[in-house]
């Protein structure tokens, strides 16, 4: 039986998906690299220095470690300015009740996020404490869609992979969520995300009884 349900947060929990955008728009549009759409997409749920070396994938010149590093950093500096303001006005329409949803029902809850600003967002938006578990980018090895952010979210639960569900807008988060072992559940574009058992069109809809009343799709 389900026994958690573990979160992703930039464009699940908050709205924030639009801003790491903006700011990686940004960055390419300072070193003359070409973004659009679907490197934009490729980018989502991916850590900093993975986003980095898909918009590098196209850019004018290469660059050396040390360069990266200043990118990474001009990146991120734009991406903090404009979440110093957040506060729980930014949570997406439905995260907290979506999250409350699932502790009232008796499951445990985790968040689940490639970013290292995770601790500093949820401190912004007042939902730190709505959390069983919190792994962020600093705690792990490898991005998503490797297994193993989510795969840590239930060992700090102290659960099996196959009693939990994941919740996330990018494919590499769903594809991370999957190779877990565990449900996963996309919230966004059902194109991008299909080898979720369900796509919402935002996190307002999703409903803990739909999961709790039903087995895993079964696919192959
Ligand atoms: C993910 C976002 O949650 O975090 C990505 O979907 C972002 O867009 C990544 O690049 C890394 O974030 P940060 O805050 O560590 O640079
Ligand atoms: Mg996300």
Redesign the pocket.
């Known amino acids: 039986p389900l026994q958690a349900v573990i979160f992703?947060?930039?464009?699940v929990i908050a709205d924030t998906?639009v801003v790491?955008?903006a700011a990686?728009e940004q960055l390419a549009h300072d070193i003359g690299a070409p973004f659009d759409e679907d490197i934009a997409e490729r980018?989502?749920?991916?850590?900093?220095r993975g986003?980095l070396e898909i918009l590098l994938e196209r850019a004018p010149h290469a660059y050396s470690e040390r360069e990266k590093r200043v990118l990474?950093d001009r990146?991120?500096g734009y991406?903090v300015a404009q979440i110093e303001c957040f506060g729980p006005g930014q949570l997406l329409r439905g995260a907290r009740r979506a999250v409350e949803s699932v502790r009232t029902a008796g499951l445990s809850t985790a968040l689940a996020?490639?970013?290292?600003?995770?601790p500093l967002l949820l401190e912004r938006l007042g939902i730190a404490g709505l959390f069983d578990y919190v792994v962020d980018?600093s705690q792990i090895a490898h991005s998503k869609p490797h297994p193993e952010i989510f795969l840590a979210a239930a060992k700090g639960l102290g659960i099996t992979p196959e009693t939990c569900l994941g919740v996330e807008d990018?494919a590499a988060g769903v594809d991370s969520i999957l190779a877990a072992g565990m449900r996963a559940v996309g919230v966004g574009d059902a194109t991008v995300l299909s080898r979720a058992e369900d796509v919402l069109p935002g996190i307002d809809a999703f409903d803990i009884q739909r999961y709790l009343n039903r087995q895993p799709t079964d696919r192959d």
């Open positions: 992703d947060l930039d464009g998906a790491h955008r990686w980018m989502k749920g991916v850590d900093r986003s990474e990146k991120n991406y996020s490639a970013s290292r600003n995770a980018a990018a």
